[in-house]
């Protein structure tokens, strides 16, 4: 895989018969934050799920490390279980433990580390459900930390966020992207994938993959959102509505 952490070619994935997506073909590689753009239903799930091992790719190729860590969308996290916060984060050892092993004093100690790394020290026996949309979403980042996998995928991060939360967030993947991780980011916020270093577009197949100045044409978002997509009276900007990354919730 010379210097790429992921490396994807000509992949295809479904869930029997005809593929839900098609075509796929891009690297990730240290240090990139790759915005993934698609509308609902155009395959950015299922993308995540091939690149996890949950799906069985019907053609293509597929080069990827032991360990890839995932973070999911916080508001679709049970929050009426008694868990703490460390609790949570050590969830991301049972990936490298055997069933019948309990995590061990290094393990906790990792947890607790990777909640340090997101900001949360003092929040380690904090109820999981207790604690801010944007607390929650840093606790399942640092789930994914306990990992220690080179490659995260954050599935829309920044939903639910208020502005304060939504730049905690932003500084805490600059960090991570500078550790030599690559993070693929599902999100549908136009403008804040301007400022990543790579865009991957999918609607059903890949529409373009590259930097933002040359893949975040109007032309390509066109075929990319069709009908959702609204340009701006400016000429120069598109937008989707009803897709509002930060819009509620506290740090």
Not at 127 to 150: C, H, M, N, Y
Not at 156 to 183: F, H, I, K, N, Q
Request: glycine share 10%; aromatic share 4%; with cysteine.
């Amino acid at each position: 895989m010379t210097d790429a952490l992921l490396e994807v070619a000509d992949l295809a994935a479904g869930y029997g018969g005809e593929p839900v997506l098609r075509d796929v073909a891009f690297t990730a590689r240290p240090g990139q934050r790759i915005a993934v753009l698609g509308p609902n239903g155009g395959g950015k799930t299922t993308l995540f799920r091939a690149l996890l091992g949950e799906l069985t790719p019907s053609a293509g190729t597929l080069e990827r490390p032991a360990r890839i860590g995932v973070v999911p969308q916080t508001e679709r996290s049970r929050l009426d279980f008694p868990v703490s916060a460390l609790d949570v984060a050590l969830m991301g050892t049972l990936s490298t433990l055997p069933w019948w092993r309990r995590p061990s004093r290094a393990d906790r100690a990792r947890a607790r580390q990777a909640l340090a790394d997101v900001g949360l020290a003092e929040r380690v026996d904090a109820t999981f459900g207790d604690l801010s949309g944007g607390q929650r979403q840093r606790v399942l980042v640092a789930r994914a930390l306990v990992q220690d996998a080179p490659v995260l995928l954050l599935d829309e991060p920044y939903v639910g966020l208020d502005t304060p939360s939504a730049a905690l967030l932003d500084r805490l993947l600059l960090d991570l992207a500078a550790s030599g991780r690559a993070l693929l980011i599902a999100t549908h916020d136009v403008e804040q994938a301007r400022d990543w270093e790579r865009v991957l577009c999918l609607n059903r197949r890949q529409i373009a993959f590259g930097a933002p100045d040359d893949v975040l044409t109007r032309e390509t978002l066109a075929l990319t959102y069709g009908t959702e997509l609204v340009e701006l009276p400016a000429g120069d900007r598109c937008v989707l509505p009803g897709h509002h990354a930060h819009d509620h919730g506290a740090a």
